[in-house]
């Protein structure tokens, strides 16, 4: 409770959304690099410590990750923390989890993909696209909304925010625009060693898995299960896959 008090100070409170917003916006330089080219890092000789080591990193991102986004969860921290302020504790994991995964990834063995000049180029040029598509995605729902800065910046105003359904913008192409941009990210790099795939491996099911629960959580809403009768979860999507899909999801 002393922690909920503290961050709760209004010096405090801002301390740490100021704070936030540095990490967020160096986490995203880093990122940027990292998912370009992973490879030419830390060298590990013992084998098995490299896997362990990479596996960390990801879980450490994946795990807490999820478990913040469950209502249970977020029902007990919010104990200890303001509610105001939950979305930017979400946010600072994320950047502290990509720093370190930055800072500390470990490549294992050879490229297993020979580019010539031209397909790494064309690699780079979807690379670059798929950021383009996540920030029409961010802009078209907030820009600061998933980063925890908007929620932050709106409690200071004493600002409410409001919750609704977005359909328009990339949200007409498919129903989880950000896990698409964010698949583009991590599998369009012209440089492939084994960790590397590992790692686009590890996050696509994290993905898929991750999309699956919040259709459970969102099909809840009528207007959501109309939505989705309309638009994909993913484009090029077979529709009647889909709508096998959203029927399952419905019945959980």
């Not at 992973?38 to 990750?65: E, K, M």
């Not at 910046?153 to 129903?175: D, E, F, M, T, V």
Request: glycine fraction near 4%.
């Amino acid at each position: 409770m002393k922690l909920k008090q503290f961050l709760n100070n209004k010096s405090s409170f801002i301390i740490v959304g100021l704070i936030n917003i540095a990490l967020f916006h160096y986490a995203i330089i880093r990122l940027w690099f990292f998912l370009l080219d992973s490879t030419g890092r830390n060298a590990v000789d013992v084998g098995p410590y490299q896997w362990t080591i990479n596996t960390l990193l990801l879980c450490f991102f994946s795990i807490p990750h999820s478990l913040l986004l469950n209502s249970k969860t977020k029902r007990r921290l919010l104990n200890y923390i303001p509610g105001k302020l939950y979305s930017t504790i979400y946010s600072l994991h994320a950047c502290i989890a990509i720093i370190l995964m930055d800072e500390f990834w470990v490549t294992i063995g050879p490229n297993l993909m020979i580019s010539t000049k031209f397909t790494s180029n064309i690699i780079t040029i979807l690379y670059i696209f798929s950021w383009l598509f996540m920030f029409w995605t961010m802009s078209t729902i907030g820009l600061f909304k998933q980063s925890g800065i908007e929620e932050w910046w709106n409690a200071i105003k004493r600002k409410k925010i409001k919750g609704s359904l977005i359909q328009h913008g990339p949200y007409k192409i498919c129903r989880h625009p950000i896990y698409v941009a964010f698949l583009g990210m991590i599998w369009f790099t012209p440089n492939i060693s084994a960790d590397r795939l590992y790692l686009s491996l590890f996050w696509t099911i994290y993905i898929f898995v991750g999309a699956t629960f919040k259709e459970v959580r969102l099909s809840k809403s009528k207007m959501y299960r109309e939505y989705s009768k309309k638009v994909p979860a993913f484009p090029l999507f077979p529709k009647k896959l889909d709508h096998i899909i959203a029927k399952k999801v419905w019945s959980i």
